[in-house]
């Protein structure tokens, strides 16, 4: 049977659908006795059932442990006190599904996709995997050695971490600066004990909420519920859900380069703070975002692109979590072209204060955003990702419903003024891996230089 393909990521899929085409379907939510928040949400147009939860250990939690949340989640489903994990994998695989675990930096989650026929058998695995994992320690053990020769080879392609470096130039250390996927020593250091007692301090009915979406009956689903999941109970002290994040701005441009010796292009990154998932203003700073690098035919993808031929993409994006977030501009060109791309990035960046946005670039923009509707995000499986995002963002139903109605009231006036309270203007931050050799005269040009080599261990 083929496998069903389901949605893993968050991020975009709030920023680029028509309201007025879609609002969010009728759900019932409410609270278990033992805390556990649930979304239940009547889907009947195809016999599926899309499951999404999440809990309280994201990687802003890791401490001393680098990578530990990330470990943990994916370790739920290496064995339980009724199923081996080769007998959880086979029984997904046999009914044409995956049970996926993983972990952000805010939290941690599992979603799976499941034919109704087979709900009543892959339930109680679901179950056992959240509420009795026995995190074995052989498997623990083969698996930390497959993931720090994975982090090494992470290290190969620039692309693939840069956004762990630049989260260190900008958080420092703030818990938003944890790499989600860990360090080398950070992974050595894992073992059983310390497994559970993450687990223990971080996965609990309180700080959890699960939502079902689906051809079922919400009242049959209830039952099911309170036969599997009302016996959950928190099994030690838990961790704080909420951390104290200085957000300041930076008192001078500073310049991370990274030196990988065998680099024949520089990968970038130029930015600063940004905005929390919970904004007000999202939707309508989106829109000004995909202007400048949201879109195919965006300024920095225009300018440096096609017009100068430095790169095969540039674009920007705001990276929000619950209490901080991003800003930056992402490319990368041949090593010979590096202060040429780095100043038309800027350049291109620095029109938004200069000149600021006109009327007819910002319909063309806000016609592009409601026309970007996603057909999958009317599916179970983006519906049920959505309502979990609701329990840990704090968001309402007039983020998807008011969608519309947020982009039609942006005009040239608000544009300007979103621009100047969200976009970083001064003392950019740069995070460059390349060779050093040959573009540390360059990078010095743009700020303080920090460096570092990519193959020293974490970021």
């Known amino acids: 049977m083929k496998k069903i393909k389901f949605i893993l990521t968050l991020v975009t899929i709030l920023s680029s659908f028509t309201a007025g085409q879609f609002r ?8 278990m006795k033992n805390g556990l928040t649930v979304y239940l949400m009547e889907k009947k147009d195809v016999p ?19 990578g530990l949340a990330s470990f943990t989640a994916e370790a739920l489903k290496f064995g339980t006190a009724a199923y081996s994990k080769t007998q ?49 320690a052989d498997e623990i053990e083969k698996r930390k050695q497959r993931w720090i020769a994975e982090l090494e080879q992470a290290k190969e392609s620039p692309r693939a ?8 130039l900008i958080f420092g250390n703030e818990v938003y600066a944890n790499p989600l996927n860990g360090t080398k020593a950070g992974v050595a250091a ?33 039952s099911e519920l309170e036969k599997y999941f009302n016996q959950w109970r928190s099994s030690g002290p838990q961790t704080s859900e909420d ?8 008192d001078k441009a500073r310049v991370y380069l990274i030196n990988k010796e065998n680099a024949f292009e520089t990968t970038f990154l130029i930015g600063g703070l940004g905005i929390t998932m919970s904004n007000e203003d999202q939707v309508q700073i989106d829109v000004i975002n995909t202007i400048l690098g949201g879109r195919f035919t965006s300024w920095l993808n225009d300018e440096l692109r096609v017009n100068a031929g430095l ?48 009327d007819a670039t910002l319909r063309s923009a806000k016609n592009y955003v409601k026309g970007q509707f996603p057909p999958d995000y009317e599916t179970s499986s983006a519906l049920a990702r959505f309502l979990t995002q609701k329990f840990i963002y704090g968001l309402d139903d007039s983020y998807i ?19 100047n309270k969200y976009f970083p203007k001064e003392n950019l931050q740069f995070t460059l891996i390349g060779k050093s050799d040959e573009i540390r005269k360059i990078a010095q040009k743009y700020g303080e230089l920090i460096e570092r080599n990519i193959d020293d261990d974490g970021f």
């Open 311 to 358: 790169t095969y993409g540039a674009r920007s994006r705001f990276a929000s979590y619950r209490f901080a977030g991003t800003f930056y501009i992402s490319s990368f060109t041949a090593t010979k072209n590096t202060e040429a791309a780095l100043d038309l990035a800027v350049k291109t960046y620095n029109r938004l204060f200069e000149k600021g946005i006109d």
């Open 190 to 222: 894992i073992n059983q004990k310390i497994i559970k007692e993450f687990y223990q301090m971080n996965y609990s009915p309180e700080s959890s909420a699960i939502s079902i979406v689906g051809d079922f009956n919400t009242s049959s689903m209830k």
């Open 161 to 168: 971490v840069i956004q762990s470096y630049f989260n260190k």
């Open 243 to 250: 951390f104290t994040i200085i957000q300041k701005p930076f």
């Open 48 to 66: 599926l059932i899309s499951i999404s939860m999440v809990f309280g250990g994201g990687a802003v939690k890791d401490g001393k442990i680098s």
């Open 401 to 419: 419903n008011e969608f519309e109605k947020k982009v039609d009231q942006l005009d040239v006036s608000k544009a300007n003024e979103i621009i």
């Open 24 to 31: 969010l379907p009728d759900y019932e939510i409410f609270k």
């Open 88 to 136: 959880i994998d086979s029984l997904f695989n046999f009914y044409g599904s995956d049970l996926n675990t993983y972990a952000t930096l805010d939290y941690s989650g599992l979603t799976t996709q499941l034919m109704k026929e087979n709900f009543s058998k892959l339930f109680p695995v679901i179950k056992e995997v959240v509420l009795n994992p026995t995190f074995p």
